[in-house]
């Protein structure tokens, strides 16, 4: 098949799904499929759930790109099936060099920590539609202006990437987003495949995190509306898939 055939197939796309025992894997699946469909309606998605069965994983030679979702879980915790998901990550990166990964919210934590970076908890978690800014590397990745360098995703973290990867570059500022050098991996902190309707499902996470009281209405009233606010998902899943068929890795940015 030439390059040019090989454009015009639809992108064939790997998700794991690593939430253990959530009430919500349903949900979050079809997020990714409202979110990925509304952007490239005839990509085949298929999905592995590694918190739940065991060896679930996709053959890489199989996709053209393998995500690497969130998770409810530590990524620095010794359970077998995140150590599991640890290999999978790490024999990507060895057997299948050209493959194209994309790491989001634990994945993105998981994949900077495997190339040694530290993750820290956040003295002020994060939930709803948040501001983050493009580096000159981010701006020209995402083909922005350099005065237009404000990326909105939702997020949804307690835990954060402290100190970069080896080998990456930073695209969003504070350790939000990276690209490998090879431009093989590409991360980010932030869920753009999560709409206010999926958002919405762990709005309670609010007052466990923040401490507020379950019948705190107005407070989770102003969570809730971060989490209605316009977002850069559909942006930013073209850019990925864009990025899913290029065909020389080698050509990665550096800062």
């Known amino acids: 098949m030439s390059p040019a055939d090989d454009n015009d197939r639809p992108l064939r796309i790997a998700i794991l799904l690593n ?3 959530s009430p919500f894997i349903a949900e979050i699946h079809d997020s990714y499929v409202r979110s ?3 952007v490239a309606p005839d ?3 298929s999905f592995f759930y590694p918190a739940e069965k065991a060896d679930d994983f ?3 030679s199989d996709f053209d790109l393998i995500v690497v979702g969130g998770s409810n879980a530590d990524p620095r915790k010794k359970h077998e099936w995140i150590l599991r998901v640890h290999k999978f990550i790490l024999d990507v990166v060895a057997n299948h060099p050209r493959k194209k990964l994309c790491g989001i919210c634990w994945g993105h934590q998981t994949i900077s920590m495997l ?3 530290e993750l820290v908890d956040m003295e002020t978690p994060e939930l709803g539609v948040t501001e983050a800014k493009l580096t000159p590397a981010g701006c020209r990745f995402f083909a922005r202006q ?3 360098g404000v990326v909105l995703l939702q997020q949804h973290h307690r ?3 402290g100190t970069p990867p080896r080998g990456f570059s930073e695209l ?3 350790n939000q987003c990276f690209l490998s050098h090879n431009n093989t991996i590409l991360t980010f902190q932030g869920h753009p495949e999560k709409d206010a309707r999926c958002a919405r499902l762990r709005i309670r996470d609010a007052t466990r995190w923040f401490g507020l009281e379950g019948d705190d209405k107005a407070a989770l009233a102003y969570i809730e509306q971060a989490m209605e606010r316009p977002h850069d998902g559909a942006e930013i899943w073209r850019r990925v898939l864009d990025w899913a068929r290029e065909q020389h890795p080698s050509h990665g940015i550096r800062l």
């Open 159 to 161: 835990r954060a990437v």
């Open 36 to 38: 990925i469909g509304a």
């Open 58 to 60: 996709p053959d890489p």
């Open 172 to 174: 969003l500022v504070g």
């Open 43 to 45: 990509a085949v998605l």
């Open 19 to 21: 939430s253990y025992r």
């Open 146 to 148: 350099s005065g237009d």
């Open 115 to 117: 190339f040694g970076a």
